[in-house]
């Protein structure tokens, strides 16, 4: 269940990226776009390594939006730190 202090810190911390249109959506189908995913928010960000299945949790945030054409940027990063039980650094 998403928990709205965790949405809250997300949108601050992003609040840039978000109001730009050509960074506000993830382009799912490019794999360079999930390469910079992968290594500034799961990384940088949330401090994960490549021990920690980075590939596997875009790949389940992948199924989940499944269907989804326009993939926000602040959805995708909700759900990745989700997956990697990480949302408490945004509170």
């Known amino acids: 269940m998403m928990e709205v202090s965790d949405h809250a810190g997300m949108e601050k911390t992003y609040r840039l990226?978000?109001?730009r249109s050509d960074t506000a959506l993830v382009a799912w189908s490019d794999p360079e776009e999930l390469?910079?995913?992968?290594?500034?928010f799961?990384?940088?960000?949330?401090?994960?390594?490549?021990?920690?299945?980075l590939d596997?949790?875009?790949e389940a945030v992948g199924a989940k939006l499944k269907g989804v054409n326009r993939k926000s940027r602040l959805t995708v990063y909700y759900l990745l730190a989700e997956h990697f039980?990480?949302?408490?650094?945004?509170?």
């Open 35 to 40: 390469e910079t995913v992968k290594r500034n």
């Open 85 to 91: 039980g990480k949302l408490g650094q945004f509170k």
């Open 42 to 53: 799961l990384v940088k960000k949330l401090g994960l390594t490549e021990a920690d299945g």
């Open 56 to 58: 596997a949790g875009i």
């Open 17 to 19: 990226v978000l109001s």
